[in-house]
């Protein structure tokens, strides 16, 4: 699952990060994050509880910081490249910390489609989402009561101004290969990406207009993965060609979803972007990247 992949997230190089975000306008006040752990900054280990043990966090912060990784996530370089502080997951309540520049709703092992009584958490897209309509109605009313607390809080321009970012169907996908043949997992895709539709489009109801959406990485490609499918075919970098395939898959209908939306919402900005790519190239030129 996504929340499996600790090593390779922080192989991500800051610099391919920074030059695309530069290579657009990308200049937002706020950032509101929607995913699973390839964006959990600490919701998870916040709201469940749940304790990490080294070697989470330990390149960039000297010890576990919420995230299921040794060192930054993909959000934190984003972040930086805007010049903005990391962000603070919306379960996490100790040390009153700060969302004047956004919110992450993201959480380890998170799915699209409703979580059941065997996923890695109780949490889904769908209640990331409702999770941020609390959020910005409770905002709007502190605002409207206390000039105490402006601080802590983002402006209410922000819901409009602000970038809505996605990393999520991952686990999604890996869920369904251990249960379900390859053409289950394809005929599957549709269904979550139509959940996935519906919460982006609620988002837009509700003034979000700038929306940077990661496609899924090569699931091929994942340690556990490996190990479990490893005896099945595999490509010359030895990732699993089904799991890789079923993500090419998702990620192309996923990209003709946010074309249609861009067509259906003239007054937004839908930025696809291509993970499957920056992590499978990471795989091939290891040896060139570092």
């Not at 990490?52 to 390149?59: A, E, M, R, S």
């Not at 990391?86 to 992450?104: E, H, K, R, T, V």
């Not at 290969?177 to 489009?201: C, T, Y």
């Amino acid at each position: 699952m996504a929340h499996r992949l600790s090593l390779c997230k922080i192989l991500i190089p800051f610099l391919i990060y920074r030059s695309l975000a530069f290579s657009i306008d990308f200049n937002y006040p706020a950032v509101f994050n929607f995913g699973d752990s390839n964006s959990d900054t600490g919701g998870y280990v916040a709201g469940l509880p749940y304790h990490l043990y080294p070697p989470n966090g330990q390149i960039y912060f000297n010890g576990p910081a919420g995230r299921f990784c040794d060192g930054r996530l993909a959000i934190d370089f984003l972040m930086d490249a805007m010049d903005l502080p990391f962000l603070n997951p919306y379960l996490d309540a100790i040390g009153a910390p700060s969302f004047a520049q956004g919110c992450n709703f993201a959480l380890f092992g998170c799915t699209i489609l409703p979580a059941t009584a065997t996923s890695p958490t109780p949490y889904s897209f769908g209640q990331q989402v409702a999770q941020f309509f609390r959020f910005k109605a409770r905002v709007l009313i502190l605002q409207a009561t206390t000039k105490s607390l402006d601080k802590y809080l983002p402006a209410d321009d922000y819901f409009e101004k602000g970038l809505y970012m996605f990393d999520i169907g991952q686990n999604d996908l890996t869920i369904a290969f251990n249960h379900s043949s390859f053409d289950q997992v394809l005929a599957f895709i549709p269904r979550i990406l139509s959940d996935f539709e519906v919460g982006v489009k609620k988002l837009y109801e509700h003034g979000a207009r700038n929306f940077w959406i990661h496609n899924t990485g090569p699931l091929g490609c994942l340690p556990e993965t490996i190990e479990q499918f490893g005896t099945d075919p595999s490509d010359e970098v030895g990732c699993v060609i089904k799991q890789n395939h079923a993500a090419k898959y998702f990620n192309l209908q996923l990209q003709v979803m946010c074309s249609r939306l861009q067509d259906l919402y003239q007054d937004a900005k839908i930025t696809y972007v291509d993970i499957f790519a920056i992590k499978y190239n990471l795989m091939v030129e290891y040896t060139t990247l570092g």
